[in-house]
C-alpha cells in the first residue's frame, strides 16, 4: 500500500526524515529531526522495547561522557539521564593478590556515568514520541529503499508491505545495518569489517546484604595481559561482570569445575562476591559473543540518505566511546545543518567529510586501549606517566592534555586527539630522557665528590671521564 504522512504532519509541507533503527542513536535522531520541525517517521524492526516482556540485545551497561552528554544537553535530555546514572571516578585495579588501587579518570570532580542501556533508550523513545511530528513504527522491517528517490519498502508486522517516500534517510541501524548494505553496491565507497580474536561474557555480581559488594563509584578492572574482567555498577546495587578474553581460551573452559578453577586461578577475589553456584550457572548460560569493528566511507549517498552511529562507525567497547561517538553524530549533524541552512545536498557532504576522520580515530583509539586496560595499568612506568601527565596538566592545563581527558572529558575532535596525544607524548619522554640524564650524570658527580680520588670501588674509565671533563 502506498503512504503518505497523515495530514496533521504534512502541513506548511514539512520534509520528511524517515530514521530506521529505533536503538539509541536512533531515537536520538528522532529528537533532533522532530525538534527542527521535520515530519519524522521512524522504523524499528523489533518490537517496541518498551512495551517488551524481554528485552534482548548487547550489553546493558554504557558509559556516559561529556560528548553523549551534549548531545542529550540540546534535546533536553541531560539531566534525565544523568540522574539514572552512578558516577565512576577512578578505574579500581584489582591485581591477582588482592589488593586494590584506584587510577582516577582526571581531575577532581570528573567522572563518566554508568547508565542502563534499556532504561536509556526507553526514555529516547519517549522523548522522541512526545513531539507531535514524530510517528513510530514497530515491527517493520526495511526491504529496499532508492537513494534516489527516497523510495522505501517495508514488510509490517502482518505480512503486508508498505511503501513511503522521504526526503531524507537516516541510517541508524547498527552495525549489521540494511541502510549500509545498499551503499555496499555503489562505487568508490571504501568498508572494513574486522572481528577482534577475543569474546566478551556477561555475568552479575549481586548486592551484598542489601548494598553493592564493591565500591560502587568505580571501573573495576582485574587486568590479566591477555585478557581481563571489569565490572560496572547498577542503579539495583548489582554489578555487571563482564570477561574480555581470546575466544580460543574461552574453548579451554567446559565444565563447571573448570570455570571455578580458572577463576581461582586469575580473579579469586571475585569468586566470594559473584557466588560459586550462580559462576557454574552463569558461564554456560551464553556462549562468548564476538566483537567487531567497522569502517567505511562516505556517510552519504547522493542528497537523500545518510548513515551515523554504529551502521557507520561501529567500534569495540573499550574506550566507552561507541554511544558516546553515536550520539555526537547526532550533534554534529545538527551543526552542519545550522551551518547550511538544512540544505541537503551541502549537509550531506559536509557532514561526511568532518565526521569520517574523527570515527575512524575513535575506532583505532578503542582497540588500542583494550591493550591499556588488560595489560598496561600493571606497569610501574604507565603509573608515573598518567601521574606525570596529570601534574603537566595541571601545570599547563591548556598545553598538555591527557588523552583520556581530551577523548573523554572534552570535544576536542577524535583524530586532532591523536594528534595532539602523539606531539605530548613525544615531548614528554623526551624531557623525561632528559631528566634521567641529568640525574644520572648529578649522581656520578655526587659520587665521585664524596669518594677518595681513584678509590678502587669506582671504575678507573670513570675517573677518567671525570678529569676529562674537569669535574675536579
Not at 601527565?389 to 591548556?398: A, I
Not at 640525574?439 to 681513584?454: A, C, D, F, M, S
Request: hydrophobic fraction near 40%; charge should be positive.
Amino acid at each position: 500500500m502506498e503512504y503518505t504522512p497523515n495530514d496533521s504532519r504534512s502541513t506548511n509541507k514539512r520534509k520528511v526524515v524517515a530514521v530506521v533503527g529505533g536503538g539509541l542513536v536512533g531515537a536520538l535522531n528522532a529528537c533532533y529531526f522532530a525538534k527542527r520541525g521535520f515530519a519524522v517517521e521512524v522504523f524499528e524492526s523489533r518490537e517496541d522495547i518498551r512495551q517488551a516482556k524481554i528485552v534482548r540485545g548487547r550489553s546493558i551497561n554504557l558509559a556516559l561522557s561529556h560528548r553523549g552528554r551534549q548531545a542529550l544537553k540540546q534535546v533536553g535530555m541531560e539531566e534525565k539521564i544523568v540522574t539514572k546514572g552512578i558516577p565512576m571516578h577512578a578505574r579500581m585495579i584489582h591485581s591477582l593478590n588482592g589488593t586494590r588501587s584506584p587510577i582516577p579518570y582526571g581531575k577532581k570532580g570528573q567522572y563518566i556515568l554508568s547508565v542502563d542501556r534499556t532504561n536509556l533508550n526507553k526514555e529516547l523513545l519517549t522523548a522522541a514520541e512526545a513531539y507531535p511530528n514524530t510517528k513510530m513504527n514497530f515491527g517493520h522491517k526495511l526491504l529496499d529503499w532508492s537513494f534516489e528517490s527516497g523510495a522505501m519498502t517495508f514488510l509490517r508486522p502482518d505480512g503486508s508491505e508498505e511503501q513511503i517516500k522521504v526526503d531524507l534517510i537516516v541510517g541508524c541501524d547498527g552495525a549489521f545495518s540494511a541502510i549500509r548494505k545498499q551503499f555496499l553496491r555503489q562505487s568508490r565507497f571504501n568498508y572494513s569489517q574486522t572481528y577482534i580474536p577475543h569474546g566478551y561474557m556477561e555475568l552479575t555480581m549481586p548486592p551484598h546484604n542489601g548494598d553493592f559488594a564493591m565500591e560502587p563509584n568505580f571501573l573495576h578492572i582485574w587486568p590479566r595481559n591477555t585478557f581481563m574482567m571489569i565490572a560496572l555498577p547498577n542503579l539495583d546495587k548489582t554489578f555487571t561482570c563482564t570477561l574480555f578474553m581470546p575466544f580460543e581460551e574461552f574453548e579451554k573452559v567446559t565444565t563447571e569445575d573448570q570455570v571455578i578453577e580458572f577463576f581461582q586461578t586469575y580473579f579469586p577475589d571475585a569468586i566470594p562476591l559473584i557466588g560459586v553456584e550462580a559462576l557454574k550457572r552463569d558461564y554456560f548460560r551464553l556462549p562468548a559473543q564476538a566483537m567487531v569493528s567497522v569502517k567505511c566511507s562516505p556517510y552519504h549517498m547522493g542528497d537523500k540518505c545518510v548513515i551515523m552511529g554504529d551502521a557507520a562507525h561501529a567500534v569495540v567497547p573499550f574506550y566507552g566511546q561507541g554511544m558516546n561517538a553515536g550520539f555526537e553524530d547526532c550533534l554534529v549533524f545538527n551543526e552542519v545543518m545550522d551551518q547550511f541552512n538544512e540544505d541537503f545536498s551541502a549537509v550531506l557532504k559536509e557532514y561526511t567529510r568532518v565526521r569520517v576522520p574523527d570515527d575512524h580515530a575513535i575506532a583505532d583509539l578503542a582497540m588500542y586501549n583494550y591493550i591499556e586496560m588488560r595489560a598496561h595499568v600493571n606497569s610501574k612506568w604507565f603509573i608515573f606517566r598518567k601521574y606525570v601527565d596529570n601534574f603537566l596538566h595541571f601545570l599547563m592545563p591548556k598545553t598538555i592534555i591527557p588523552l583520556y581527558t581530551m577523548v573523554t572529558f572534552s570535544r576536542i575532535r577524535y583524530h586532532e586527539a591523536v594528534k595532539l596525544w602523539h606531539w605530548q607524548d613525544k615531548v614528554i619522554n623526551r624531557g623525561l630522557s632528559i631528566c634521567g640524564v641529568m640525574l644520572v650524570v648529578g649522581g656520578t658527580y655526587l659520587l665521585l665528590k664524596h669518594v677518595p680520588r681513584n678509590s678502587s670501588s669506582i671504575p678507573q674509565q670513570l675517573w677518567t671521564q671525570a678529569q676529562t671533563l674537569k669535574w675536579f
